[in-house]
């Protein structure tokens, strides 16, 4: 079992920048592919950033390419989202996932369906 706590989030204006932290329990984080997903008021649940177990691969939404940067930190048991550039877009309240990583192609990573450890989210708030 995993646990997943994020933290980070937070009131900001447009073009900001903010960091999110997903902390994970369990001596197995090194294994899993983590990803963050968000989920705006009104809408589906979508796919933001993710990365495989070693952290040499990573995946990204068309909408938060080249703003958004994820890492892991396996030694720290972490994985973070760096998001530069901020729009209003992107308020919303934002999860970290992740699931044991056996992956042979994309969509395993940035399907929320493959996952199945959930952080409680974290609201991002971006005004304009």
């Known amino acids: 079992q995993v646990q997943l706590v994020e933290s980070g989030g937070g009131l900001v204006q447009t073009g900001d920048s903010l960091e999110l932290n997903c902390a994970a329990s369990?001596?197995?984080?090194?294994?899993?592919?983590m990803g963050w997903f968000r989920q705006a008021p009104g809408k589906e649940r979508e796919f933001v950033a993710a990365?495989?177990?070693?952290?040499?691969?990573?995946y990204y939404a068309d909408s938060v390419k080249g703003r958004f940067t994820i890492s892991r930190d396996n030694a720290e048991n972490k994985v973070s989202l760096q998001m530069n550039r901020l729009k209003a877009d992107d308020t919303a309240v934002y999860y970290c996932a992740g699931h044991r990583d056996q992956c042979t192609g994309s969509g395993c990573y940035t399907r929320a369906v493959y996952y199945n450890f959930w952080g409680q989210g974290t609201q991002v708030t971006v005004s304009s």
């Open positions: 990365i495989n177990w070693s952290g040499d691969k990573t």
């Open positions: 369990g001596r197995t984080f090194s294994a899993y592919a």
